[in-house]
Structures are given as C-alpha cells and as structure tokens.
C-alpha cells in the first residue's frame, strides 16, 4: 500500500504508542531511516513524497521487532558509545551510558595518554570499554577475555572498524575455569570490567527488553550477583603490577560489598565513582 514517508512515521509511530513504548516518535524515525537507508534530514525532506511499496514493508517488519521489545540496538546492528559507533548483536549486552563512567574514571586515572599502558578487560562483549580506551590511550595496548564465540566476534569487528586490532588481543576463555588467568599474560596497569551482576532470580523481572533478549551469561550473577567479581578478584593479585588500577561496573548498592571482596585478596579500596543517576557505578581500587 503505498504511503509517503510522513505517513509511515505516523503509522510506525502510533503502532508504537499503542504498544505502550515512549519516545515513540523517535524510534519511529530510526527505523524509517534504517529500512530507507536514508538520513534524518533526508527523511524530513523527503516527507510528503512516496515511499516506495518495499520501503512500507521493511518497515511494518522493523516495527514488528520493536513492538515485541527487541531492543532498538539489536534491530539497528549498532549502538553509539563514548561517541564511538559499536557493532552490536545479541551476542552481546547493549553498550549503556552508565558504563561510560569506567572510561571517565580511567582516563582521570591514566592521565599520561602517551603512555604505553597495559589495559585487560575482563568479559569483553562488545569491546566497548576496551576499544574505546585504546582509542583514547594510543599508545596503549590491550587484551580482552570473552566467553561467547559470538560475542567475540562482535568485538573483533569493532576492533577492525575503528582501526586499533593491531593493539587489542581479543582471546576466548572463561573465568570460571580452573587456568583462564594464564591465557591473557600481563601484568597489567588497569583492568576493567562490567562483569555480570544481576542476581539470578532477579533477571526475569527486568524490563522485557533486557529479559528476553540481552545474552543471560553477560548478566547472570549468581544467587548474589556477585559470583564474577570472586572469581575476579581470587586472581587479580597475579594480574596487576604494583600501584595499578582496578575499575569494575557494579548494580545499584552493591560497591560496599564488592571493596570487601577485593580487599580480602590485598586490594585498596578507592572512592567509587558515580554515574549519571548518582549511584555508585564503578568500584575503584589499587594494588
């Protein structure tokens, strides 16, 4: 059926709102100018002509996906982070703004930005945090440990497309297997993370686009949510040189109890530093 571009934003958009989703408008317009292949402006020029039939159709279809709450980054195949654009899937979790506040943190902290710093990131995903400090810190080097295959993918992707895959070593392992500390070297200056820290039984009640879509293993934390971070912290001492760095993503109320745990094994703890929302984001400590 044949319908001008402001017509299918209108159409998209009201089948949205009846969905109950926001910023309806918005998304609307996202996914017109992804089944077009056309720009914003592009778009708002072109409103009152037709679109053609295939145009219509893709975008029933993309409609469709973000009616059943599949995230908006999943159906784009891209999410921006730190300014940076990042290939996503759902392979991987959703880069989020609250997980800028690991790269905020260790760019204060890594101040030197021609120093050739060593930087592991633990549970890859994507490779945003990793990449974009590598982005940031040209002459740093990296190594990533991820234990989806998929996911891994994902990462050496982003890895090429920003032009740093000669930098970054991005390996499979798990660790929670007995020797993954081994397979990624170091010492290292910093290590990061944004390990998974929901607790189990809590996952089914997250909004719909998280609990049915984003990959279990990226947010599983065990009964308390805090299983990776033990299993981080059991091995961080052989990881770190000397006066370096740990930044990990924590949920909301957990960094008290997460400085505990890497106190435990020798760590210091630092003041946390706080996201957008004012929560304590991410737990700093030293060695």
């Known amino acids: ?45 072109r409103g009152n002509e037709m679109a053609p039939d295939a145009v219509g159709a893709a975008l029933r279809e993309l409609t469709a ?4 709450r599949e995230p908006m980054a999943y159906i784009l195949g891209e999410r921006e982070f ?3 654009p990042f290939k996503v899937s759902p392979a991987v979790l959703v880069p989020r703004p609250d997980s800028e506040t690991v790269i905020e943190a260790a760019l204060a902290l890594l101040a030197d930005r021609d120093r050739p710093w060593r930087i592991l990131d633990l549970g890859l995903g994507s490779g945003c945090l990793l990449l974009t400090l590598l982005r940031e810190l040209r002459a740093a080097r990296g190594v990533g440990l991820e234990v989806s295959e998929p996911a891994l993918a994902v990462a050496r992707t982003n890895a090429a ?12 392992g798990d660790w929670r297997e007995p020797g993954w500390r081994d397979r990624v070297g170091g010492p290292f200056d910093l290590l990061v993370s944004n390990p998974p820290y929901i607790e189990a039984g809590a996952i089914a009640g997250l909004m719909p686009e998280v609990s049915r879509f984003e990959p279990k293993l990226a947010l599983d934390g065990g009964a308390d949510g805090l299983a990776a971070y033990r299993a981080i912290a059991a091995e961080a001492p052989r990881l770190i ?13 957990q960094a008290p109890e997460i400085y505990k745990i890497f106190q435990s094994t020798g760590f210091t703890a630092e003041a946390s530093w706080k996201d957008l929302g004012g929560i304590d984001r991410v737990v700093s400590l030293t060695y």
Do not use: C, K
């Open 65 to 68: 996906r973000r009616i059943q």
């Open 241 to 253: 040189v000397p006066g370096g760095r740990l930044l990990l993503e924590a949920g909301e109320g």
């Open 1 to 45: 059926m044949t319908a001008t571009y402001d017509g299918l934003l209108r159409d998209a958009a009201a089948a949205l709102s009846a969905a109950g989703l926001d910023n309806v408008r918005f998304e609307a317009r996202l996914l017109l100018a992804h089944a077009t292949g056309l720009s914003i402006e592009q778009l708002i020029a």
């Open 82 to 84: 730190w300014g940076l």
């Open 161 to 172: 497309a920003l032009g740093i895959g000669a930098r970054a070593e991005l390996l499979l």
